[in-house]
């Protein structure tokens, strides 16, 4: 019997340095209607955001936790501080933004990131955005990227058309919170037509103990436009566990298309429950491109509705569950229109009792005549304390469609390092390979000035001892 | 209607020790609430009214000296065996996936059962003909609880062929029955099952099974008919190389509605198994499929498969599929894959260029799908007249 891959988990401390807390305000522990006001009022709010808010806190007090997938009853959110707001106030320039806080971004990389290609920078430091820029070229083209709060204010008409109308606080407890506590995130309007070639990029970090993030992201497509968000997030370690549940809204509007990129790499206490979903026009284009890292436990099951014809969804991701760690993830395609297409593409990782948990919905309406989708979802495992699951749920409700899957778990196949190692390979390099290769889907999806992250989260990991 | 009084009577004149397990089930079945099926939308569903099973359902054959064949209901003297072999089941629920029929059908099952086989192929005995039950379901004989035990003995070979059908249009009838095998070392048991009830009837039906060491369990199901089915069919390799097989073909048509489930509980190392499933919805056919490959800690080397293929010939018809893939041991390998869509164009293109209708086109592809599994009917008749069976309704 050949020995087992090593592999090794990655240095953290370089996303794990922690800054001394220092907030000019906190909101008392505990929800209440006086909560949410007060929120809104330090937010400068208008009156139809408040009510909105104060509406979706008596559905998150009416609706209950969810008993399926992960066990979160170690989440008391009596005692999550919902809103924290770091000490900084938004800038438009780099040089003004406090030296502790750039410290940890300086350490992530993200002004080179920006100096390199990005066309703008969305900073999340605790609650709030801090930090914003847009390449000049591109507002002159009428691309607003800006962060929540102020797209409240300065495209009020098109945030209250569409703020929480993909997501409604009605759909389950944490989307209902989100309604109600939502801080910060980002904007992204791209008019009729623009290609936006330069990856827009978001980054936010969470950094107050106990304190919960609920960012917002919203982005419009117009007809024709093209644009590639990147999401990226990465927590300091603390020992009150955490909750993140943010809220993603794309509307990809008739022939648009749009690039969702999220490397998620929270610090192993997080409670990561988040909400994503794509709103897909007549050959519309959505691509979800997805690793699940970090986090004590993730539910997250990015969903993509192909709503006119020819709409077509990708989804890739990989999910690297090493100890501790519960990740529930996998994706959801609604076809409702003709000729609709959906190509969904899973990897999983479990090591060290890691429990990796896909869960995907593939639904095909009677309107979707002609639709076509395939799900692929491998599982691999390092040793046998670890879990690994799939569970690929499908409805179909027309006839004339063509609806493949596959599934497939199992650890490094013998036969191939044997081939490899008959080659002059060593057995260690050669196992190192195979898994390198079983997450070449992802890494060669993401884009290069993601390398730092990227480095970090998977090469290094991989590498580590194994090389 | 299910009740006390009712219990009273059916264990009157049975043996002590299944009188007292019926009773214990009873107790269970009082207390438990009924569950739903949403899936298929069957909420709050009424048990009908008992009725006894007066019928004779037991083909007589030569040549089955050597088998142990006795009708659970009568007075027996093995009945301690019979627990013995029951109390094996205790304890062996998975937390994992599909669990099975809802509990109140199971122990309603052992509590009103009406019919019922325990049959003991015993150590070394080989049988080359099957054993024929046949349930034919009629005005008289509307309601069949079937509780039944198949034990395979070291060595041993048997083929069983369950046929559930009816004649009659008109009659509701109501089938819930419960079906528990066991499988000792280096035995093959075969179960056939056909279920042909018709459009008014409704089908729940529980099957269990345990594997040990090297036995290996084939199972051809067969879901033709009824109303509302609901069957379940679970089977633990317990030892090193138990395997079991599903080959599952359906065919729903009408306004019938299937939730059918499998699964595969892996124990024992090198254990496999195999789930095939192929099935036709035509109409506003409603199906449900569930699958479940676990891979249990210490099932080193296991390995399994599922496939379902399911042909969709109507606009209206519904089709669910839940494929699970559970693993809890890196040295297995697991893989399922679903194919669902229409019938291949080109293939119904070329059969038409020969002259062929588009009918008859279809009813040829659909029973180039199904004939494989058909062929592993081992009685000539009952294969003639499922085949004849499903090319009518195609046509339809």
Known sequence: ?467 | MYNKKLVDNLTTGQSKLLSSRRRESFDFFQDLAQGDYERINLINYQFPEYSPYNKEYLKEKKGQAELLIKKMTDNLNNEEEILNYLDQFKDKKVEKGNQGLDPKYLAMAEAFYNTGLFIKVPKNVELKLPVEIFYQLDQENPVLIDNNLIVAEENSRLTVVIDYRMQDQNVEAFHNGLTRVIVKDNAVLNIVKVQRFNDQSDNFDSNISLVSNQGELNWIPIELGGKNSVTNNENTLMDDGSRASISSVYFADGDRKMDLGFKMNHQGRHSSSEIESKGVLKDRAQKVFRGDLYFQKGASQANGSEKEEVLLLDKTVDSDSIPALFSEEDNVEGEHAVSAGQIDEQRLFYLMSRGMTKAEAKQLMVEAAFNPIFDKIPLNDLKGSVINDVKTRIRS
């Open chain 1, 1 to 467: 019997m050949s020995e087992k891959t090593e592999v090794n988990d990655i240095d953290r401390s370089l996303h794990e340095e922690k800054n001394v807390e220092k907030h000019r305000y906190k909101s008392a522990k505990g929800l209440t209607p006086e909560v949410i006001k007060e929120i809104s009022r330090e937010k400068n709010e208008p009156e139809w955001m408040l009510e909105f808010r104060l509406k979706a806190l008596e559905i998150y007090k009416e609706k209950e936790v969810p008993t399926w997938g992960a066990d979160i009853s170690d989440l008391d959110m009596d005692n999550i501080i919902t809103y924290v707001r770091p000490d900084a106030d938004l800038q438009s320039d780099w040089d003004q933004v406090p030296e502790e806080i750039k410290d940890t971004f300086d350490a992530l990389g993200i002004p080179e990131a920006e100096k390199e290609s990005l066309a703008g920078v969305g900073a999340q430091y605790d609650s709030e955005v801090v930090y914003h820029n847009l390449k000049e070229e591109m507002v002159e083209q009428g691309v607003v990227y800006m962060d929540m709060e102020n797209a409240v204010k300065q495209h009020e008409d098109l945030v209250k058309q569409h703020f929480m109308k993909l997501i409604t606080p009605n759909d389950h407890k944490f989307s209902a919170l989100h309604g109600a506590v939502w801080s910060g995130g980002s904007f992204v309007y791209v008019p009729a037509g623009v290609d936006v070639n330069i990856p827009l990029q978001s980054y936010f970090r969470q950094n107050a103990p106990g304190s919960g993030q609920f960012e917002h992201t919203l982005i419009i497509l117009e007809e024709g436009a093209n644009a590639h968000f990147i999401e990226g997030c990465s927590a300091p370690k603390y020992s009150v566990n955490n909750l993140h549940a943010g809220a993603v809204e794309l509307f990809i509007n008739k022939g648009a298309k749009l690039r969702y990129s999220t490397i998620e790499n929270w610090s192993r206490n997080m409670y990561n429950l988040n909400t994503k979903r794509a709103l897909v026009e007549e050959d519309g284009v959505i691509e979800w491109v997805s690793g699940s890292f970090g986090s004590k436990v993730s539910m997250l099951y990015p969903m993509s509705i192909l709503k006119g014809a020819r709409a077509r969804a990708e989804f890739t991701g990989v999910t690297f569950a090493a100890e501790g760690q519960y990740l529930d993830t996998g994706a959801q395609v609604i076809h409702d229109a003709p000729d609709t297409t959906s190509t969904v593409n899973s990897r999983s990782i479990a090591k060290d009792g890691g429990h990796a948990y896909y869960r995907g919905l593939l639904k095909v309406t009677k309107n979707a005549h002609g639709a076509k989708a395939s799900v692929s979802c491998e599982s691999l495992m390092l040793d046998n304390e670890s879990k690994s699951d799939t569970l690929p749920i499908m409805k179909l409700q027309t006839d004339d469609i063509d609806i493949g899957h596959e599934a497939k778990v199992g650890r490094i196949s013998e036969e191939a390092v044997f081939y490899l190692m008959s080659r002059g390979i060593s057995e260690e390099e050669a196992k190192a390979m195979i898994v390198r290769g079983f997450v070449e889907p992802i890494a060669s999806e993401l884009p290069l000035e993601y390398a730092v992250e990227l480095n970090n989260l998977i090469n290094l990991e991989l590498e580590g001892t194994i090389g």
